[in-house]
């Protein structure tokens, strides 16, 4: 599951910084991938018959009562206003749909086969941001590209015991590195906290708008699953500030990959599962093309 928040503040290099934060915002970023991890096993927890609104619901509502207080104390309330709320809700609008698709994906397929699937949004993203962005692709991302595809064809294992959770998946993919890319367009004018204030308000409103038709009143465990799952996504967000805060993001994106760790660790303690051998070797390829598109996105952007 690929969490990067390109638009948060970054320090302008590595070499400028103490080792003591870098080391910081590594150990921050791995909290926060973890916390998310943890978001879609408390979810996962609730049991297939409620709607994955419900948890965009809680999710959304709880995290701003953590978060919104604590960007009010930071930059007061003049820094919520926007001259581009079309761009925020069509932004929050791809990135709620994608958690949403993911929330009802893990009903029927193991974490650590839906966290392989979503680990190629960097995939998605560098297509996209040809029509989008005008940016331009070189032959050896392209390569890497179509290598990317064929691990997620593997893992998605079509010709073995294929799951429709598995399709959500890839959906909520397409939908986060649709996102990722109206974040990058957003951050030319838009500070980090406005864009994940804007996003929380369209999850809780969006929901609100759905529930009506979907509600199914949970169990008191399934409440407090739901509210643990709103908790940890506040705090997995806040991290992810942090992380980028103290460390640039070059130094710390790789450690996004730690979710399939995350994955694995809740599927084997809380349901006994490990991954197959299709997903295990369809994750290494997709985390492999990743990191090198990664590592050729930081050497052009070195250059320039």
């Given at each position: 599951?690929?969490?990067?928040n390109?638009?948060?503040?970054?320090?302008?290099?590595?070499?400028?910084?103490?080792?003591?934060?870098?080391?910081l915002?590594?150990?921050?970023?791995?909290?926060?991938?973890?916390?998310?991890a943890?978001?879609?096993m408390f979810?996962?927890?609730?049991g297939?018959?409620?709607?994955?609104?419900?948890?965009?619901?809680?999710?959304?509502?709880?995290?701003?009562v953590?978060?919104?207080p604590?960007?009010?104390w930071?930059?007061?309330?003049?820094?919520?206003?926007?001259?581009r709320?079309f761009?925020?809700?069509?932004?929050?609008l791809?990135?709620v749909?994608g958690?949403?698709?993911?929330?009802?994906a893990?009903?029927?397929i193991p974490?650590?086969?839906?966290?392989?699937?979503?680990?190629?949004m960097?995939?998605?993203?560098?297509?996209?941001?040809?029509?989008?962005?005008?940016?331009?692709v070189?032959?050896?991302?392209?390569?890497a590209i179509?290598?990317?595809?064929?691990?997620?064809?593997?893992?998605?294992?079509?010709?073995?015991?294929?799951?429709?959770g598995?399709l959500?998946a890839?959906?909520g993919?397409?939908?986060?590195?649709?996102?990722?890319?109206?974040?990058?367009?957003?951050?030319?004018?838009?500070?980090?906290?406005?864009?994940?204030?804007?996003?929380?308000?369209?999850?809780?409103?969006?929901s609100?708008?759905?529930l009506?038709f979907?509600w199914i009143?949970?169990?008191?465990?399934?409440?407090?699953?739901?509210?643990?799952?709103?908790?940890?996504?506040?705090?997995?967000?806040?991290l992810?500030?942090?992380?980028m805060?103290?460390?640039p993001?070059a130094?710390?994106?790789?450690f996004?990959?730690?979710?399939?760790?995350?994955?694995v660790?809740f599927?084997l303690?809380?349901?006994?599962?490990?991954?197959?051998l299709?997903?295990t070797?369809?994750?290494?390829?997709?985390?492999?093309?990743?990191?090198?598109?990664?590592?050729?996105?930081?050497?052009?952007?070195?250059?320039?």
């Amino acid at each position: 599951m690929s969490t990067s928040n390109p638009s948060s503040p970054t320090p302008s290099s590595d070499d400028t910084l103490p080792r003591h934060s870098l080391v910081l915002g590594i150990l921050c970023m791995v909290g926060s991938i973890g916390a998310l991890a943890a978001m879609q096993m408390f979810v996962k927890l609730t049991g297939p018959e409620y709607s994955p609104f419900q948890a965009v619901f809680f999710r959304n509502s709880v995290a701003a009562v953590m978060i919104v207080p604590f960007m009010l104390w930071a930059n007061g309330l003049s820094s919520l206003h926007t001259k581009r709320p079309f761009g925020h809700f069509l932004r929050s609008l791809s990135g709620v749909l994608g958690n949403a698709s993911f929330y009802y994906a893990y009903m029927s397929i193991p974490l650590s086969d839906g966290m392989t699937i979503s680990m190629a949004m960097p995939i998605f993203a560098t297509i996209l941001a040809i029509p989008l962005l005008g940016e331009k692709v070189g032959m050896r991302r392209w390569i890497a590209i179509l290598i990317g595809f064929g691990g997620v064809v593997v893992a998605l294992d079509p010709a073995g015991d294929f799951q429709m959770g598995s399709l959500f998946a890839l959906i909520g993919t397409v939908l986060w590195a649709i996102s990722l890319i109206l974040i990058k367009k957003l951050a030319q004018t838009e500070t980090p906290s406005l864009i994940v204030f804007y996003y929380m308000i369209t999850g809780f409103l969006v929901s609100v708008v759905i529930l009506p038709f979907v509600w199914i009143t949970p169990t008191q465990e399934h409440l407090i699953f739901y509210i643990a799952a709103g908790v940890v996504g506040g705090i997995g967000q806040l991290l992810m500030t942090y992380a980028m805060k103290f460390a640039p993001a070059a130094v710390v994106t790789p450690f996004e990959y730690t979710a399939i760790c995350w994955a694995v660790l809740f599927d084997l303690l809380i349901w006994n599962v490990l991954p197959d051998l299709m997903t295990t070797i369809g994750a290494g390829i997709v985390i492999a093309t990743g990191l090198y598109i990664w590592h050729r996105e930081t050497k052009i952007h070195r250059t320039k």
